[in-house]
């Protein structure tokens, strides 16, 4: 006998999790189904900062508790250039809003230990996911329990693709059907994790000749910098002293900055992708998150549009179990992609602003000082950064 579900979420990530728990508090089941062990999903290291939205909405289902008590609540952040360092006063300029920073994998074990807890079912380590029949109304998903066990199928109203970046669901909308928006950039981030105390209080984004430089933080003894390196760089040429070096040389001041050091325990190199699938639902199927759209994450926006994504399907789904109604699935795309379309735009100007570019002429470069320039010195332009950074309302574009 198939297993039925009303809905079947393929993947554990931020979207999978946050939806399979909207839709739990909404009355409606589903069943997510995850290729990694849970142990690999809570302990991926990825995001740090979350939006005023975000927030709120993991404090509305009631899996916020944690990320109060541990969470740091930052009132502004920094752009250093020509080493000086300028303050964005986003909780004054966006009338009281902060920037949580809280690690997206212990966002990840608050979501799955509400999700366990509730009695909900999370398969891990799944193989051979496959969607079958997205275009009626019994959408299937196959899967083999354990990666290699017999192939099992579960019947279901609607999928939710939550499959990041690379999952199968995306390629199920037919290649006609989809229009593919990209831009790579020649950009990568070296990312690491120190052991050692926090040199700063606030975030800090430093545009330097020799390239980008983040400071963020974990706790107040682990801290997470990002270095721009060239993506097709080994991760074995960047040696502790070098990386040390590098984030001396980059994020130095006037009135001299002293970076506090530590023992690295953590280092990785990501490329950089802006990308959006338009649409993002096709006949049951419905994409959410980064199988739908990447972001780089200068803006840190990519967690925070998968939250997003979820909370409108869940609202569309909770309609339709209610009334039978569709309309709010049918504008789905409409709805997401005006938002999502609005933190591209403003992820690819941090980055295109804040990073070294090999293909820029001096003009260009000049240029991208006086763009720093204006938004740390103008009321206009620093209130745009900061509301955006904190993050356009959830309900924008509706
Ligand atoms: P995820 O997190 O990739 O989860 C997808 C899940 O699907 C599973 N999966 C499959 N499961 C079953 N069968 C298959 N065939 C499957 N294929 C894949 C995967 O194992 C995985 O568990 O996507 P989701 O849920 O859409 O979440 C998106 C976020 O993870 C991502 O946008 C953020 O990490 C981006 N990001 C940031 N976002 C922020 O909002 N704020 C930030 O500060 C921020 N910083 C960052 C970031 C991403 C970074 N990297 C590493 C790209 C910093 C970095 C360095
Ligand atoms: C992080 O803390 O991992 C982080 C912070 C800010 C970003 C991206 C990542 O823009």
Not at 137 to 146: A, E, F, G, H, L
Request: proline share 5%; hydrophobic share 35%; charged share 25%.
């Amino acid at each position: 006998m198939p297993v039925k579900t009303q809905v079947g979420i393929i993947g554990a990530g931020p979207a999978g999790l946050m939806l399979s728990h909207l839709l739990y508090l909404q009355g409606i089941e589903s069943v997510i189904l995850e290729s990694r062990s849970r142990e690999e999903i809570e302990g991926t290291i990825r995001a740090g900062v979350l939006e005023q939205g975000t927030v709120d909405l993991l404090n509305e289902m009631g899996v916020g508790e944690r990320m109060m008590r541990e969470g740091h609540f930052h009132k502004g952040f920094e752009f250093r250039f020509n080493r000086q360092g300028h303050r964005i006063d986003v909780h004054e300029l966006t009338g009281g809003k902060y920037i949580t920073v809280y690690a997206q994998h212990e966002v990840i074990k608050d979501l799955v230990a509400a999700r366990l807890q509730a009695g909900g079912t999370i398969l891990f380590n799944v193989g051979d996911v496959s969607l079958h029949d997205v275009d009626t109304s019994t959408p299937k998903i196959r899967y083999r329990p354990d990666k290699d066990g017999e192939l099992q199928e579960i019947v279901c109203d609607y999928i939710g693709g939550c499959d990041g970046f690379h999952g199968p669901s995306r390629p199920m909308i037919p290649q006609a059907n989809r229009t593919e928006y990209q831009k790579v950039y020649p950009h990568g981030w070296l990312g690491i994790l120190v052991k050692a105390p926090s040199s700063v209080s606030e975030l800090v984004y430093a545009n330097h000749e020799r390239g980008f430089a983040l400071l963020s933080t974990r706790s107040p003894e682990v801290q997470r910098f990002y270095l721009q390196v060239n993506p097709k760089d080994d991760i074995k040429e960047w040696s502790d002293d070098r990386i040390w070096s590098e984030l001396h040389a980059r994020l130095e001041t006037r009135d001299g900055f002293q970076l506090l050091e530590g023992p690295i325990f953590q280092k990785s190199i990501v490329s950089m992708r802006s990308f959006v699938c338009d649409p993002m639902q096709y006949g049951r199927l419905f994409l959410a998150g980064d199988s739908a759209h990447i972001v780089p994450p200068t803006g840190a926006k990519g967690l925070n549009l998968a939250a997003a994504d979820v909370k409108v399907l869940a609202e569309g789904l909770k309609s339709f179990y209610a009334t039978g109604d569709s309309e709010m699935l049918n504008r789905y795309t409409e709805i997401c992609l005006r938002r999502v379309w609005l933190a591209e735009r403003f992820s690819y100007r941090m980055t295109n602003m804040l990073h070294r570019n090999p293909e820029h002429t001096p003009f260009e470069h000049q240029i991208q000082l006086a763009e720093l320039d204006y938004i740390t010195s103008s009321r206009a332009a620093s209130m745009s950064i900061a509301e955006n950074y904190v993050g356009l309302p959830m309900g924008f574009g509706s």
